[in-house]
């Protein structure tokens, strides 16, 4: 997150929602112009996609 905060331009983010496996990773983020920053439940891909509001894939 931090790399991306340090390319990413502040209009990029505006109207996104940024999907981050933890708060930490959230926080470079913050001050961005997100519509919403959402946190994984987990540090997983599963929880990722869930916090998109996309089921995971059955296996």
Request: a negative charge; proline letters at 10%; hydrophobic letters at 55%.
């Amino acid at each position: 997150a931090r790399a991306l905060a340090a390319d990413l331009p502040r209009t990029a983010s505006s109207g996104r929602i940024a999907i981050c496996i933890s708060e930490a990773a959230a926080t470079p983020l913050h001050s961005f112009d997100f519509a919403e920053i959402r946190i994984a439940a987990a540090p997983d891909e599963p929880a990722m996609l869930s916090a998109l509001g996309k089921p995971a894939a059955p296996v």
